[in-house]
């Protein structure tokens, strides 16, 4: 009798022998229908949406999912889906004709999902920023150790090698000399003079799952500024502009600082020049339930045991200033600026073996490109979810720093805090019953 072999199997073999044009980011899109990779999208409001758009090109839209109606009805129209909708993430992991998930969901259902889509045998693009808490950052790392399946984070940033990934090659090649300085130039948002709270308590809206929106969260009243657009400036939900902007611009200077590696970091997060809408009790905790609650006005003080430091900063141009010995650069998405720049001090030190380095030994491709080839010729991917924990610990250290106004001190090898055992409860959170995260 010859053997059942299922689809998943099958297609993991032909992708095994699969060779990607290597500069040709649309490639993959032009696979025969045999071919193609079928993806399930978990999340459709600007961002997930704006993913679909990439992810159309390499890959057939088996699924899509949210927990708002309107949303979801919208995007189906939008994208003329011929697969099918559902309202919970579950249902979409289930189907074993599903190859990869996107998801695009508010920060506190990141971990939980990618885990639960590599646990499903599937690979997965989740969006910025990771975690929730430090914690969520260790658990998925075991997952992704566990499970070994291709994850992008997107962080896009790490794929533009004409601006970003040339300033990290010009800090590894040591061209500005030792770095002792950086400053992390983030948006203040939401903008200071805009209305921050107190907001009203309304009815939830016809179709939307709030308590499943909710997810691992404590269950609170519907604040419309709780939920689509306005989620992040809630510490109950994300970690504010410090991890929505930080997740890309804290990413690159780790990267070029070498310290985007397990057992790298800061020693000390100085969080008492920060400011926002809310005060916070003796335990870090809001006072006012009904207003945002993450900073929008600081300069953080980051300290690291070489002596250097890194400023993160709202009073400061939005991008990456590195400070060296020998001279300094400015690089964000519109430019990359300084005397090292205009007068090509990096010439013949930034080649294409040098970019291909940076891509992992991957040819350097659009960011979406590069996970697919990684799914279909193995390696991996340019923004890894290992490097991406690194930056992200920083960053809700940063809002734990905030919350007691005070400078922590971190352990990067022992991943602690040490002497503050109020700081060190805040690395993790309790999760709601029904919604806890395993692996």
């Known amino acids: 009798m010859i053997p059942r072999i299922s689809r998943r199997r099958m297609l993991a073999a032909s992708l095994s022998t699969c060779v990607l044009p290597a500069f040709i980011p649309h490639a993959l899109g032009e696979q ?19 993913d679909v758009h990439g992810h159309k090109h390499f890959a057939e839209l088996a699924a899509f999912c949210d927990v708002d109606a309107a949303r979801l009805a919208s995007a189906a129209r939008e994208f003329d889906l011929k697969g099918e909708t559902y309202s919970d993430y579950r249902r979409v992991l289930d189907r074993d004709d ?66 970003f990934l040339r300033a990290v090659n010009m800090c590894h090649k040591e061209i500005l000399g ?22 009203a308590v309304e009815s939830v809206p016809e179709g939307l799952d709030w308590n499943m929106w909710l997810g691992q969260a404590p269950y609170t009243e519907y604040i419309a500024k709780r939920c689509h657009g306005s989620f992040r400036y809630w510490f109950e939900y994300a970690s504010g502009v410090i991890a929505d902007w930080g997740a890309h611009h804290i990413d690159i200077a780790l990267w ?19 400011k926002g809408p809310n005060d916070f009790d003796e335990k870090g905790m809001p006072i006012d339930l009904y207003s945002f609650n993450t900073p929008n006005d600081f300069q953080f003080v980051v300290r690291f045991a070489d002596e250097s430091e890194m400023y993160i900063t709202t009073r400061a141009d939005n991008g990456i200033l590195f400070e060296g010995d020998n001279g300094r ?44 080839h990684c799914i279909r010729n193995g390696g991996e991917t340019v923004s890894d979810p290992i490097s991406h924990v690194q930056s992200m610990t ?15 001190r971190w352990n990067p090898v022992e991943e602690c805090v040490e ?19 395993s692996y």
Request: charged content about 25%; aromatic content about 6%; proline content about 6%.
């Open 32 to 50: 025969s229908p045999n071919n193609r990779l079928r993806i399930g999208c978990i999340g459709l409001g600007g961002m997930g949406r704006g």
């Open 98 to 163: 599903i190859d990869v998930i996107a998801c695009a969901t508010p920060d506190h259902w990141h971990v939980r999902i990618s885990i639960d889509a590599m646990k499903s045998g599937k690979h997965v693009f989740c969006q910025k920023p990771l975690t929730l808490t430090v914690d969520e950052g260790f658990v998925i790392r075991r997952a992704c150790e566990k499970y070994r399946k291709v994850f992008q984070v997107g962080t896009q940033q790490r794929a533009d090698f004409v601006r």
């Open 178 to 199: 030792k770095i002792r300085k950086t400053i992390v130039g983030l948006p203040a948002s939401p903008n200071p003079s805009a209305p921050t709270g107190p907001f």
């Open 256 to 274: 070029a600082l070498g310290m985007d590696k397990k057992g790298t970091g800061p020693v000390s997060i100085d969080g008492r020049d920060a």
């Open 329 to 372: 650069i400015f690089v964000n998405r519109e430019r990359i600026t300084g005397k090292p720049v205009e007068e090509a001090w990096d010439k013949d030190r930034y080649t294409d073996d040098d970019r291909r380095a940076l891509y992992k030994g991957c040819p350097p491709m659009g960011h979406k490109a590069n996970f697919y």
């Open 394 to 408: 920083i960053a809700h250290l940063c809002g734990i720093a905030a919350r007691l106004k005070r400078e922590i």
């Open 419 to 437: 002497g503050d055992a109020l700081a060190q409860s805040m690395l993790a959170r309790e999760q709601r019953a029904g919604f806890e995260i």
